[in-house]
């Protein structure tokens, strides 16, 4: 995959979230089909938490000079103590999707060569920005297989 094919498939992220989640009631995305798992709700805000904090890691590669440090956060403990179940949705997508589309425009304008600047992430070890963004366009299609296996257990 080139860089660019990699930007635009980051890019149409949010066009699959929406799809995604499009037509469901509050008791659809609030149903927990799979005991001991994510609900459709918390599953959505955690896209964009976990992409608000992608963006700024990309961000901190592409411009510090020394290979910077990205801590990884505990997304478990976002989902019990962030209120992700009161959390509205729809603005959650809407944000989700306007930092995805201002982040892509940022990315095309990086030069090539800096896609191999790396930081150290504390647990997965050197990664550059190139594999970074190649990361979030996985992160979301692996969500979606659960969201449409949970959609099916709900019958919607």
């Known amino acids: 995959m080139t860089i660019a094919s ?6 149409q992220g949010p066009t699959l979230v929406n799809a995604a989640f499009a037509g469901l009631s509050a008791p659809h995305l609030d149903a927990f089909p799979i005991p001991g798992t994510w609900s459709l709700r918390q599953i959505g805000v955690h896209l964009l938490d976990s992409d ?9 590669i592409a411009s510090e000079e020394t290979p910077p440090l990205i ?20 603005q959650a997508l809407a944000l ?6 201002w982040t892509a425009a940022w990315l095309s304008r990086v030069p090539e060569k800096d896609f191999a600047r790396h ?12 594999e970074m963004v190649a990361l979030y366009v996985e992160h979301v299609d692996h969500h979606l297989k659960f969201v449409k296996q949970k959609r099916a257990m709900l019958g919607v």
């Open 6 to 11: 990699t930007i635009a498939a980051f890019a």
């Open 52 to 60: 608000l904090a992608a963006t700024h890691r990309m961000r901190r």
């Open 71 to 90: 801590i990884a956060y505990d997304e478990s403990a976002f989902v019990r103590h962030l209120s992700y179940e009161r959390d509205d949705l729809g």
């Open 96 to 101: 989700f999707e306007m930092n995805r589309r």
């Open 119 to 130: 930081g150290i992430h504390n647990q997965r070890g050197k990664i550059t920005l190139g």
